[in-house]
């Protein structure tokens, strides 16, 4: 059962429910072996914690930044901040120093918590940059302090500022003073179109979240919940904080790169994932079977057509399969279905929450044909995470965003624009007056940018309104629908859409290399480097026929007509991706210019 209180007193609450019982299962910095963390330990490093940042002499309310992977040492900074009424800014691993130097100066962030070698590096070239930052708390205990740096501290000794609670009396007070007007975090968002502009939540809006999501997303004291997404996430962090109010173990996972095999190691039950996730997933059984015998592609195909039949056509719609077909089905899954299950670590998986961008109803069908709870849902920053998602045991609809969650408010605007309203849903932007008058409308909801529309209770997603493109014929293009469906293919790694004032579609793509060079040496295509694939007219021909297949179902002005194969990655560093990893388009269109106006030659 849920326990219901402040986040400032969380942690604490759950200790004196649970004791001694497991909460935490994390890997040290650079460590292979898998440690634990009971409830009591946890909530001892908690109030050590908000008893050192007093001896720091961090204030109410005062902005604390984050710079780090997802670590213990991470929440318990998170925790021991609300504890102390303060703020937490958490960055992505991956800011760059520019991205650093506007938020810390932006939110006037005095004290940065920071992981490992390259965060301190970062944060350190930029603190001569930034008149508000004082201090640099170092999680990771082997990174290389620069000598003379008089501003950096290890965590280990940042602790013993807090050792036999020297300030508990006044911790104490805080907590009874902690309420649900205080503000929880600052998020800034990626800026696929402009400047991070910071969200502000309070700890009334994850209060309310927490209480809606508890009605409708069944998460209990057995689950182990892997957290793989950034923390910094919204629908990471707010989906850790649920959990932990429910009672469940978190697995830390450091290391996104390492997330099938911390699952394989420690057989996770649930985990939030975003759409590129399972779209590997798919890609990767898919590859297994088309190499399989025939007699082994055969049963497989076989098998997913039963699964797909038992899970989609009847349970997902409410309905009881037939004797048949269950039987079928429990063979099936018994025989294959498990064995896929097993090789993802995921033997006992109970759901699986899944948003941040458009799920191709190919992966989400096979996703559910295999007998694992996809939970799609929708949501934003602005909303601390969810607004809608589909429900364990109901009926849902393949390719829609499920149902609201309690105590919001929605209605469908101009543009078909999604707009919010509720206890849920953000104030504004933090120092952006301007932008909040713009970001409402005049009777208080709030404007998400995504179009969309409801259909027997359940909320479809149609698409992004600012990146909605038009052809010089005059036709709308939804580029992120176009880019699901041909990133399920195995040898797209990465795509961009291009289409805005176009007279038709047309693509940048970067194949998966290690999978097309080993297509170019089974079909003796010469290569010495990956230009030289990108350019070769059988690699080109034998993509072009996949791209074809893939989009049959799109309209003719909706398909792509011709492509280009990128030899290298689309990446954060050029400014291309977002630390969520989000296409910046405007970049690309800049940086691909030659490129793309080559497509167009008449």
Not at 321 to 334: E, G, R, T, V
Not at 560 to 571: D, E, G, Q, S, Y
Request: proline share 3%; glycine share 6%.
């Amino acid at each position: 059962m849920q326990t219901k209180c402040h986040l400032s007193a969380l942690v604490h609450r759950q200790a004196e429910k649970y004791g001694n019982r497991q909460v935490l299962i994390y890997r040290d910095f650079g460590s292979l072996n898998w440690k634990s963390m009971s409830w009591n330990s946890f909530s001892q490093r908690v109030r050590q914690v908000s008893n050192a940042m007093l001896n720091l002499g961090i204030g109410v309310q005062e902005n604390v930044g984050v710079f780090a992977q997802n670590c213990v040492h991470y929440l318990y900074t998170e925790f021991g901040a609300f504890g102390i009424r303060a703020v937490t800014v958490p960055f992505y691993a991956t800011s760059s120093e520019q991205q650093i130097q506007y938020v810390v100066s932006d939110a006037q962030i005095r004290v940065l918590f920071v992981g490992e070698q390259e965060q301190y590096d970062k944060a350190q070239r930029v603190l001569p940059l930034c008149p508000s930052l004082e201090k640099l708390v170092i999680f990771d205990r082997s990174v290389r302090i620069k000598q003379h740096d008089a501003s950096a501290i290890y965590f280990d000794d940042f602790m013993k500022l807090g050792e036999n609670y020297p300030r508990q009396s006044e911790l104490e007070n805080l907590y009874k003073q902690a309420n649900n007007d205080d503000l929880a975090n600052i998020l800034y968002t990626s800026g696929t179109t402009g400047d991070s502009k910071g969200v502000m939540l309070s700890h009334g809006q994850y209060a309310a979240a927490m209480e809606e999501n508890a009605k409708v997303v069944p998460v209990g004291e057995k689950d182990r919940i892997m957290m793989f997404l950034p923390v910094t996430h919204i629908f990471e962090r707010a989906w850790d904080f649920y959990s932990l109010s429910q009672g469940a173990t978190i697995i830390v996972n450091t290391y996104p790169k390492e997330v099938q095999q911390s699952m394989k190691e420690t057989h996770p039950t649930c985990m939030s994932a975003v759409p590129r996730f399972w779209e590997k997933v798919y890609s990767g059984v898919k590859e297994k079977i088309e190499s399989a015998g025939t007699v082994k592609r055969s049963l497989f195909k076989k098998a997913l057509a039963v699964g797909r039949k038992h899970n989609i056509e009847y349970l997902s719609r409410g309905k009881r399969p037939p004797i048949m077909l269950s039987a079928q089905y429990k063979m099936f899954d018994k025989t294959l279905f498990s064995l896929v299950r097993k090789q993802l670590g995921l033997e006992n998986a109970n759901f699986f929450p899944t948003a941040g961008s458009y799920v191709s109803t190919d992966v989400e069908e096979f996703v559910h044909s295999i007998g694992i709870g996809m939970m799609v849902g929708y949501g934003l920053t602005e909303s601390l995470a969810t607004v809608s998602n589909d429900r364990k045991g109901m009926p849902y609809t393949i390719g829609s965003v499920g149902r609201p969650i309690g105590g919001l408010e929605i209605k469908i605007g101009e543009n078909d624009e999604i707009l919010l309203k509720g206890p849920t849903i953000t104030n504004g932007y933090y120092k952006r007056d301007e932008l909040n008058r713009e970001a409402f409308t005049e009777d208080g909801f709030f404007k998400t940018g995504d179009a969309g529309y409801f259909k027997d209770g359940e909320l479809f997603l149609k698409e992004r309104i600012k990146e909605l493109y038009k052809t010089s014929n005059g036709k709308y293009i939804a580029p992120q629908m176009i880019e699901s469906k041909l990133l399920v293919d195995k040898f797209v790694d990465q795509i961009a859409v291009i289409a805005d004032q176009r007279k038709y579609v047309s693509a940048l793509i970067v194949p998966d290399f290690a999978l097309l060079e080993e297509y170019a040496r089974e079909n003796d295509i010469p290569f010495s480097k990956r230009a030289d694939l990108c350019n070769n007219p059988k690699i080109i021909k034998m993509l072009k026929e996949r791209i074809d297949t893939l989009q049959q179902q799109l309209a003719g002005y909706e398909q792509i007509k011709c492509f280009t194969l990128i030899p290298h990655n689309f990446t954060i560093e050029a400014g291309e991706l977002t630390n969520t990893l989000k296409i910046k388009r405007r970049v690309l269109a800049k940086n691909y210019a030659a490129e793309i106006e080559k497509m167009y030659e008449e």
